[in-house]
């Protein structure tokens, strides 16, 4: 394995932030602590710009959510992405959901953690460590931009990631400076600006840098780390959705305003169905001892997986058009200018025509189409060998949903598959 070159823009801004606290105590003065308190913001600004990747990763994830999640997962399977102004690549929708799990779920885990590890060492932190750490940080976290920049964004690393492997570089780093931490924390002793510590721990942290980025350049991924998480070469490289030529037959989407009240009534439902109900339970009980301050913040955070729930299920099907061929429906997004799924009249299993209380609203019936194939996601310990990735399954016959149209009929004499049966009501999803 080869050192990178030091041409390369992105190694040596890693390289300079790494030298950043060292410098400064050993030609400025500062104490251990401002060196474990700038590792720490690494952290912080490795989270941040992992947050400005995640947007823009343009493979998909190996391990997705199960597409039983209500909430996010609908939105997790959309393909294609939209075009925003400036110098950045495509922004993908599909990303959104990693990334709201990061941002309030696994970067709050991630910091407490970090700070609880630098508490270990039981730092003096004065108002002019406090200056000195903001500093460090500072100079940190503009190397990890330029870096991010360099290597993401220039030269468009962002298509070699999914949302999912951009997160390994967070995590990877916490353990290493928790490591460190934990090693140089009892070399101080009583004297805080204890060399020997300082050196252990800004050695380590460079080694583990080098390290990282010798990995990189490296065609051989398969560490402890990548084994049980996986690398960008474990992702799925997404392919289109084949279309057949020529016009579609017929064309058909769901009613805006039909659209809107299948997601409002689905939020609904979703928040009477799931563990939400609990943010309902807990009102009740804190208005019954009048406590109003926490019987709106729970009603206010039902009402947020409501919106959540609501938004992921119209762009799931309020802003698709579905094409019928002559053997192949095609689900088409009109707003990402992307086929999402197609289905073959040859693995159509069963139909069947149903009416829910949004369909008995407006006068519109649901049709769904079952195939034979199994759409749960497998269970492994380990993520694959790169050579062994499945494909992405863009054009596998998976069952397909057309809610609330007005003919129904007209969908299943074009695709020339009979109806098997037909409800008077149906569950969510």
């Known amino acids: 394995m080869r050192l990178p070159s030091p041409h390369d823009s992105g190694a040596l801004a890693v390289l300079a932030s790494n030298a950043v606290a060292p410098v400064g105590v050993l030609l400025l003065g500062w104490s251990p602590s401002v060196l474990f308190g700038v590792f720490v913001a690494e952290v912080a600004a490795v989270l941040f710009w992992t947050c400005v990747k995640i947007p823009f990763a343009a493979k998909r994830p190996n391990n997705a959510m199960d597409e039983d999640n209500r909430l996010l997962g609908p939105l997790q399977e959309k393909r294609g992405s939209l075009s925003i102004p400036g110098p950045f690549p495509p922004f ?7 990334l709201l799990v990061t941002v309030f779920l ?17 730092p003096v932190v004065t108002e002019a460590t406090a200056g000195r750490i903001l500093l460090g940080g500072l100079g940190v976290f503009v190397g990890r931009g330029v870096e991010t920049g360099a290597q993401y964004f220039v030269k468009e690393g962002y298509r070699d990631h999914s949302a999912r492997s951009v997160l390994l570089s967070p995590f990877k780093l916490l353990v290493a ?4 931490l934990a090693v140089a924390g ?5 004297v805080e600006s204890g060399v020997l510590a300082v050196t252990v721990v800004a050695a380590g942290k460079l080694l583990y840098d080098l390290r990282t980025l010798q990995v990189e350049h490296d065609e051989d991924k398969r560490g402890a780390f990548y084994r049980l998480y996986g690398s960008e070469e474990t992702e799925i490289e997404p392919v289109p959705v084949a279309v057949p030529e ?18 409002v009534y689905r939020s609904i439902r979703y928040t009477l169905s799931s563990g939400v109900l609990w943010c309902y339970a807990v009102a009740v009980a804190m208005a019954v001892f009048g406590a109003v301050s926490w019987t709106l913040a729970c009603l206010a955070l039902a009402g947020v997986f409501a919106a959540v729930r609501a938004t992921t299920r119209y762009l799931t099907y309020g802003t698709v ?5 002559d053997d192949v429906l095609v689900v088409y997004d009109e707003v990402l200018g992307e086929p999402q799924a197609r289905l073959e009249r040859d693995a159509i299993t069963d139909v069947t025509v149903s ?44 069952p397909q949903v057309v809610p609330h149209v007005d003919d129904a009929e007209t969908i299943i004499e074009t695709l020339g598959v009979g109806r098997r049966r037909r409800l008077t009501s149906s569950g969510d999803d």
Do not use: K
């Not at 400076?177 to 460190?180: E, G, K, P, T």
């Not at 020529?246 to 997601?263: K, L, Y």
């Not at 058009?321 to 061929?325: A, I, N």
């Open 355 to 398: 009416s829910d209380a949004v369909d008995r609203l407006f006068g519109t019936e649901t049709v769904q189409f079952d195939t034979d194939v199994e759409t749960g996601p497998d269970v492994q310990l380990t993520v694959p060998e790169p050579e062994e990735v499945n494909e992405d399954d863009a054009n596998a016959n998976h």
């Open 321 to 325: 058009e579905y094409r019928c061929y």
């Open 106 to 122: 696994l970067a709050p885990l991630e910091l407490i953690t970090a700070f609880m590890v630098f508490g270990l060492i039981d």
């Open 92 to 98: 993908y929708p599909r990303n959104v959901p990693v």
């Open 186 to 190: 009892p070399l101080l002793g009583s």
């Open 177 to 180: 400076i928790a490591v460190l």
């Open 246 to 263: 020529g016009e579609p037959t017929h064309r058909v989407r769901p009613g805006r305003v039909s659209a809107i009240a299948d997601a």
